[in-house]
Nanobody, 127 residues
Framework: QVQLVESGGGSVQAGGSLRLSCAAS????????MGWFRQAPGKEREWVAVFDSYGTTRYADSVMGRFTISKDNGKNTLYLEMNSLEPDDSAMYYC?????????????????????WGQGTQVTVFS
């Protein structure tokens, strides 16, 4: 049974940093499709960053240059380093994964690509 467990969320002042982690069990992160999504109250879930099956990463325009997605296959863990945080980054952040291969080279990621989801970790950025 696949389980994704996020951690690392919290409250931080604007301009600060947080590092989210997503520990995967029952799932092999190597060569897989994994990513981060977020959802703020009253808004739709949106993709933030995805690490595709070929090692390519893609970022939403809103986080480009501030967030970095990475993966440790040995630990089966996905990370999201978030710097220069802004109040608009406040949301529940979800880790997502799928066993099928995916590519972000020419296609913007979609939530429908992912079968497995974590329970979410809250990020709150105050000004």
């Amino acid at each position: 049974q696949v389980q994704l467990v996020e951690s690392g969320g919290g409250s931080v002042q604007a301009g600060g940093s947080l590092r989210l982690s997503c520990a995967a069990s029952g799932y092999a992160s190597r060569g897989s499709c994994m990513g981060w999504f977020r959802q703020a109250p009253g808004k739709e879930r949106e993709w933030v960053a995805v690490f595709d099956s070929y090692g390519t990463t893609r970022y939403a325009d809103s986080v480009m240059g501030r967030f970095t997605i990475s993966k440790d296959n040995g630990k089966n863990t996905l990370y999201l380093e978030m710097n220069s945080l802004e109040p608009d980054d406040s949301a529940m952040y979800y880790c997502a994964a799928d066993s099928e291969r995916c590519s972000v080279r020419r296609t913007e990621p979609k939530a429908s690509w992912f079968t497995y989801w974590g329970q979410g970790t809250q990020v709150t950025v105050f000004s």
